[in-house]
């Protein structure tokens, strides 16, 4: 049974920083592209962040560049996302996928994660 177990969330004040984990189990996320999603209540769900799954090549929303950092271990089967200088605007529940290839579309993911609410509040 494939799982994307996500853990890191929380809440935080401006400027603090997380790092969620998307940990798999019962596939192999080297092969994988893995992206993070975000979603406000009302809103659609936005792309964040993805890490090709051959070359790791990275891809961020142009809004969150140099803020937001994503990285796989593949020793643990987890990727990461590390989220500094946070925004009250970054407060949403963040999700990760896996696909095959790095794409906006949501309907491209196979699995996802449970989500993990991240609120940035003073």
């Known amino acids: 049974q494939v799982q994307l177990v996500q853990s890191g969330g929380g809440p935080v004040q401006p400027g603090g920083s997380l790092r969620l984990s998307c940990a798999a189990s019962?596939?192999?996320?080297?092969?994988?592209?893995v992206a993070w999603f975000r979603q406000i209540p009302g809103k659609e769900r936005e792309g964040v962040s993805c890490?090709?799954?051959?070359?790791?090549?990275?891809h961020y929303a142009e809004s969150l560049k140099g803020r937001f950092t994503i990285s796989r271990d593949s020793a643990k089967n987890i990727v990461y996302l590390q989220m500094n200088s946070l925004r009250p605007e970054d407060t949403a529940v963040y999700y990760c996928?896996?696909?095959?290839?790095?794409?906006?579309?949501?309907?491209?993911?196979?699995?996802w994660g449970q989500g993990t609410q991240v609120t940035v509040s003073s």
């Open positions: 890490i090709s799954g051959t070359s790791d090549n990275t």
């Open positions: 996928a896996t696909t095959d290839v790095c794409s906006p579309s949501l309907a491209r993911y196979e699995h």
């Open positions: 019962g596939l192999s996320l080297d092969s994988l592209a």
